[in-house]
Structure formats: C-alpha cells, structure tokens
C-alpha cells in the first residue's frame, strides 16, 4: 500500500488500513462527537506516516554517508597516485603534461623513445650470440 508515496507493508500497511476504514465509517456517520475521534484518527494516520517518511530519511542518508566515505576513500588514492606519478614523471614529462593542460589539447601518442623508469620488456640479443642451427 502506498500513502502519499511512502510505502507502507506488514502491521503498519494494516494499521493503516483500519484507520482509513475507521475514518471512512466515522465521516459516513457523522456527528459533533465523532469530529473529536475523526480529528485523532487523522493524527494518528499522519503520525504514521511521519514515522514511515522519517525512517526512509534517515536510510537514504545512510546510503550517501557511505557513498561519500567511498569517493573519500577514493580520492585519496588518486592523490596518492597523482603525487607518485609526479614524483617519477621526468622534467621533460612535466612540461609537456603543463603545455598540454593549458592548451587543452589531448595527450600526444607514445613514441619509441621514452624517459622515465627503465623499461621492463627484454633486451634484444646480439646475433653473434646467436645458438642452433642457422639456414
């Protein structure tokens, strides 16, 4: 059952149910004594729904408390990595990142040649080296 766009489910979907029904039988009836039960009723109901309206607050804030500690947590990595980049980024490395950030323009492709950490790929072998047969 939905109130006002709050779900309702289980006792309080009852509850709820009963008091519509309540609410409905006093106004069908109506007398000056039943405006005084019809008022309660109509607190009640709204008390109920407050409650529900509140509990799904504080679950979506909940949700975002821990979203936000999420992109916390990941933008510390990043700067993490951001400073050890930097740390190991070449001079020339720098400059051409600067020159790229300030005219917008896209990085530049890998070259052959490159400055920084050795690279890990393995040395090509001399051919006077060579072992086996030969054609």
């Known amino acids: 059952m ?5 779900r309702v489910q289980g006792h309080d979907e009852m509850a709820m149910k009963l008091l519509f029904w309540e609410l409905e039988q006093h106004l069908k009836s109506s007398s000056g004594a039943s405006v005084v039960a019809i008022d ?7 008390d109920l729904v ?10 979506e804030v909940e949700v ?8 916390i ?10 400073n050890l ?7 020339e490395q720098m400059a051409q990142f600067q020159a790229q950030v300030q005219t917008g323009s896209p990085p530049a492709p890998p070259t052959g040649v490159t400055s920084g950490p050795p690279s890990t790929a393995p040395l090509p072998q001399s051919t006077s080296h060579s ?5």
Request: hydrophobic share 35%; charged share 30%; proline share 4%.
């Open 2 to 6: 939905k109130v006002w766009g709050v």
């Open 40 to 46: 309660n009723k109509i607190e009640q109901a709204m």
């Open 50 to 59: 407050k409650s529900h309206l509140m509990y799904a607050v504080r679950e």
């Open 64 to 71: 975002l408390k821990e979203q936000i500690k999420e992109l």
């Open 73 to 82: 947590e990941r933008n510390s990595q990043l700067e993490q990595e951001n």
């Open 85 to 91: 980049l930097k740390t190991l980024a070449s001079p």
């Open 131 to 135: 072992s086996g047969p030969s054609a």
